[in-house]
């Protein structure tokens, strides 16, 4: 497993939390998803043979929210 942590802006509350979690914990290959919204960061645990960085860094894009 590999873990990164990711610099996300655009997150203000429990619904951010929840639709980063939900969107990126469903994709193949994510272990864990931890967001930590007073810090804007994401966390994720992964596996790399399964889904990439860049995969990630989308799926939260596409949820609204800007990766750094």
């Not at 992964?46 to 799926?59: A, R």
């Amino acid at each position: 497993m590999k873990n990164i942590t990711l610099n996300v802006q655009g997150m203000s509350c429990g619904h951010c939390v929840k639709a980063i979690e939900g969107s990126v914990g469903q994709l193949e290959g994510v272990n864990e998803v931890n967001v930590k919204l007073d810090e804007a960061l994401v966390e994720v645990s992964f596996n790399e043979s399964q889904v990439s960085i860049d995969k990630i860094k989308d799926t939260i894009e596409d949820q609204g929210y800007d990766v750094e």
